[in-house]
């Protein structure tokens, strides 16, 4: 297993670790335009060996639009999975925005790991 850590800044951290040819990226604090070189590391749709995207979102407090941009970005060619509790707050704007339906979602980091995603439609 491949571990890094990003700090952000201090509203924000990112976690990531592969698993396989899946990245694991555990998201916490608040993210918007001004900190968000580690998120664009951690979720580059161009990452080689990268079969899907697990994000455990659990400690999201904010997401602006452009943080959500780089969420949704992988998700044109590879599943992006939300991986337990979505905060009300991030849920309510993937809602709105109609971000909700590009991700799928799991109990957990385990089972998004391994559950059966559907192929993206191009």
Same mark, same amino acid.
């Given at each position: 297993m491949n571990r890094d850590?990003?700090?952000?800044?201090?509203?924000?951290? &990112?976690?990531?670790?592969? *698993?396989? @040819?899946v990245r694991i &990226?555990?998201?916490?604090? *608040?993210? @918007?335009?001004?900190?968000l070189a580690?998120?664009?590391i951690a979720m580059d749709p161009r990452a080689p060996g990268v079969s899907r995207f697990v994000l455990d979102v659990a400690g999201v407090t904010f997401v602006d639009s452009t943080a959500l941009g780089v969420m949704l970005q992988?998700?044109?060619e590879r599943p992006v999975i939300l991986a337990g509790s979505v905060?009300?707050?991030l849920a309510r704007i993937l809602e709105i925005t109609g971000a909700?339906?590009?991700?799928?979602t799991?109990?957990?980091?385990?089972?998004?790991?391994?559950?059966s995603?559907?192929?993206r439609r191009g």
């Open positions: 850590t990003y700090d952000a800044e201090a509203r924000s951290h &990112v976690e990531t670790r592969s *698993e396989g @040819d &990226v555990v998201m916490a604090g *608040e993210f @918007d335009m001004d900190n580690a998120l664009r992988p998700a044109l905060p009300a707050r909700d339906s590009a991700f799928a799991a109990a957990g980091v385990a089972e998004a790991t391994t559950m995603v559907p192929p």
